[in-house]
C-alpha cells in the first residue's frame, strides 16, 4: 500500500512540476538522487509504523482474543 502511494505521489509530484514549469521559468525539476532517498524515507517509515502493531499483534492468543469477543 505504501509503494502505490509513494509511486501514486511520484506521479503527482512530476505532473505538477511539468505543469509548474510551464508557467515559472526559473523552477527545475529536482534531481533523482532527492527523490529517491525521500522515497526511501517514507517507505521505512511506513514499515515501521506497520510492524510494530504487527509484531503486538502476533503475540497475542487466538483463542483468547475470540474468547474476549
Same mark, same amino acid.
Given at each position: 500500500? $505504501? =509503494? #502505490?502511494? =509513494?509511486? $501514486?505521489? !511520484? /506521479?503527482?509530484?512530476?505532473? =505538477? /512540476?511539468?505543469? /509548474?514549469? @510551464?508557467?515559472? *521559468?526559473? &523552477?527545475?525539476? +529536482?534531481?533523482? *538522487? +532527492?527523490? &529517491? *532517498? @525521500? !522515497?526511501?524515507?517514507?517507505? #521505512?517509515? !511506513? =514499515? &515501521? $509504523? @506497520? @510492524?510494530? +502493531?504487527?509484531?503486538?499483534? /502476533?503475540? &497475542?492468543?487466538?483463542?483468547? #482474543?475470540?474468547? $474476549?469477543?
Amino acid at each position: 500500500m $505504501a =509503494v #502505490a502511494g =509513494v509511486l $501514486a505521489g !511520484a /506521479a503527482f509530484g512530476y505532473g =505538477v /512540476a511539468r505543469l /509548474a514549469g @510551464s508557467y515559472f *521559468l526559473d &523552477i527545475e525539476m +529536482p534531481g533523482a *538522487l +532527492p527523490v &529517491i *532517498l @525521500s !522515497a526511501f524515507v517514507l517507505l #521505512a517509515a !511506513a =514499515v &515501521i $509504523a @506497520s @510492524s510494530l +502493531p504487527a509484531v503486538r499483534a /502476533a503475540r &497475542i492468543d487466538v483463542i483468547q #482474543a475470540l474468547r $474476549a469477543d
